[in-house]
């Protein structure tokens, strides 16, 4: 998977996460966040350090291990 095809499939990430069942909206959300602190001052999120990754990888893996096409948000949708 190529750096652009990833930018695509993340650019459109809220088309596929509307197709998206819970569990696998669960499952993204695991990969990419650490801890989330919430405090009357402030509401952070930390990500994971290779969150992101993770998840392109698992696109991959979706993929049959093949490389995700150019048009990667309608693939995945």
Known sequence: MTEMQVAV????????WENLFPLEQHRIV??????????????RV????NGIEHFALD????AGGK????????ALA
């Open 67 to 74: 490389s995700v096409p150019a048009a990667a948000g309608e």
């Open 59 to 62: 696109v991959v893996r979706a």
């Open 9 to 16: 499939a993340l650019s459109r990430i809220d088309i596929v």
């Open 30 to 43: 695991q990969l990419l966040v650490e801890r989330v602190v919430v405090s009357q001052q402030e509401l």
């Open 46 to 49: 930390q990500l994971h350090r």
